[in-house]
Nanobody
């Protein structure tokens, strides 16, 4: 069993930055691919970024260049650095862990409760 706890959300003006953290406990996060998803108001949950077990990364095309995912296996923590934020980036951001290869939410075994990000214009 893995427990994931996100933090770092908040309110920021457009153009600003936030760094989200996801702390894993229960089993070492190095055994999992660690991803970030988000759900905007009235929108479906969507993939944002993933750090694979070998620490390589993949991003949603629309976020590439603005968002950076990283992981610190010694701390069992994964981060999402978000720069040049836009109002459309607002939503609840979720951390998730997966043993499998793929970006579909159903492939992820464990989920955090989410952290709210609000970008004001």
């Amino acid at each position: 069993q893995v427990q994931l706890v996100e933090s770092g959300g908040g309110v920021v003006q457009a153009g600003g930055s936030l760094r989200l953290s996801c702390a894993a406990s229960g089993r070492t996060s190095s055994s999992f691919a660690m991803g970030w998803f988000r759900r905007g108001p009235g929108k479906e949950r969507e993939f944002a970024a993933i750090s694979w077990k070998d620490s390589s990364t993949s991003y949603a095309t629309s976020l590439k260049g603005r968002f950076t995912i990283s992981r610190d296996n010694a701390k069992d923590t994964v981060y999402l650095q978000m720069n040049s934020l836009k109002p459309e980036d607002s939503g609840v951001y979720y951390c998730a862990a997966s043993r499998r290869i793929g970006l579909q939410p159903e492939l992820f075994d464990y989920w955090g409760q989410g952290t709210q990000v609000t970008v004001s214009s």
